[in-house]
Every structure is written in C-alpha cells, then in structure tokens.
C-alpha cells in the first residue's frame, strides 16, 4: 500500500482535485481544513483507534454474505435488517464508525492509526501517523 504524504500549504496540493487554490491542506495536527472528500473546509472530529480479537476473517459485505442473512431462517427480522444494513455499508468499501457499548474486555488502542471525520459531509479520512491512506 502506498502512502500519500501528508500535505502542507507549501506542498503540491494540487494533486488532490477536491483541493482547490487557497486551501486549508489536510494536516494530523489541525481541527479543520479541506476534506479530501467532499473538498469543504470543515471541522474535522479525531478519533483513535481500538482493536479487538475476532473469531472470524471480517466481514466484508460480499454477495454471498447478504444471501446468507437473507436466507438464514434463524435470524429474526430486527436482526436481519441491522446485519444487512451493516453487510451493505461494508460492500461500499468506504471506512465509517459503527457505535458500540463498551463492554469490560480487553482492547488494545492502534498506535499511530487516527481517524477525522468531516463536519460537513460526515465521511471518514483514515490517517497512519501523519499521513492520509484513505481517501488517496
């Protein structure tokens, strides 16, 4: 995977084209800036990043895995509609948060992994360190 730089008012910008003449870039260290998704300069919420041991490979959101909830007689349907609804964001391929109790486990914080969601659009941009590795 290949890493795009983090950008600063002097760096070429330009190859973002949501970023446009006169920018705010974005930058790990700033509360608001251009977002490299929508392109408006917007406050920008930080998150860090938890991790937890799954039992399973991921979920992805494959057509055989929607088949297999929509078919799964077991599932009642207050259950089948959130796991489709889940299975459908993650077929977009697009990172976004998914609000969950905490519960008294262990997890383990993602050093050096941060997330900045967008004001304005509600997107997501993924960061390792200073530099953005989603949206590229």
């Not at 002097?10 to 705010?24: T, V, Y």
């Not at 977002?35 to 490979?57: K, M, R």
């Not at 929607?66 to 509609?81: C, G, N």
């Not at 900045?116 to 960061?127: H, M």
Request: aromatic share 6%.
């Amino acid at each position: 995977t290949q890493l795009r730089p983090e950008c600063d008012m002097n760096d070429d910008k330009l190859d973002n084209p949501m970023i446009g003449e006169g920018a705010q870039a974005p930058s790990i260290t700033a509360t608001a800036f251009d977002c490299p998704n929508c392109g408006n300069y917007s406050a920008q919420q930080w998150y860090a990043c938890d991790a937890h041991e799954l039992e399973f490979p991921p979920l992805t959101g494959t057509g055989e895995q929607l088949e297999a909830v929509q078919s799964d007689e077991e599932i009642d349907e207050d259950s089948r509609k959130l796991a489709l609804d889940r299975l459908k964001k993650l077929a977009t391929k697009r990172a976004f948060l998914k609000t969950k109790a905490v519960e008294l486990s262990v997890a383990h914080e993602v050093g050096n992994l941060s997330v900045s969601k967008c004001s304005s659009c509600g997107e997501l941009a993924v960061w390792v360190n200073d530099r953005i590795v989603w949206p590229l």
